[in-house]
């Protein structure tokens, strides 16, 4: 029987096939989905922030896109996936506050995304398909299994990508 891991904000879990992982309320921040297809290792990281080099004294490596990606990869190559085989999915990155600005605390979650982008492309990791942007929040859950990752927000239809 498989069982759904629950990952907490500016948190990362790594599962194995068949069970599949979960992040609730994203909102700025970015839900990072990573699997190997063939060995069915997957992850999420619950990414809150675009760069760990923007903050003093932070010691959540998960927290930031910059360092938490590399950890996520870390932990599912050691989990037995293949760094070279991983493909990437991710949601969220809302602009949460309905401010017309361009200061950067409103554009967190488009910084975000960028950041899990950039970091992504630097890793050579693909990314196969998003769900960012808008003005919403976000539940999802990823499994490893398929690779389907199921987006889930109030007054929306759930969609899977």
């Known amino acids: 029987m498989s069982e759904i891991i629950k990952v907490g904000m500016a948190d990362l879990n790594v599962v194995k096939s068949p069970n599949a992982i979960t992040t609730l309320g994203l909102g700025s921040c970015v839900g990072v989905a ?6 069915k290792v997957g992850g999420l990281a619950h990414v809150m922030l675009p760069d760990s080099t923007a903050i003093r004294n932070n010691s959540n490596i998960y927290k930031f896109a910059d360092t938490g990606v590399d950890e996520l990869v870390k932990r ?41 982008k950039k970091k992504l492309k630097e890793l050579g990791i693909r990314l196969l398909a998003e769900d960012t942007g808008e003005s919403y929040g976000r539940t999802v859950v990823f499994y490893p299994e398929t690779g389907d990752f199921i987006i889930k927000s109030v007054g929306k239809p759930e969609k899977t990508i």
């Open 34 to 39: 990573l699997r190997d297809p063939v060995s």
């Open 76 to 116: 599912i190559v050691a989990a037995g996936g293949t760094r070279s085989r991983l493909v990437a999915k991710i949601a969220g990155g809302a602009k949460m506050f309905a401010m017309n600005s361009n200061a950067p605390v409103v554009q967190v979650g488009a910084r975000n995304v960028e950041a899990v």
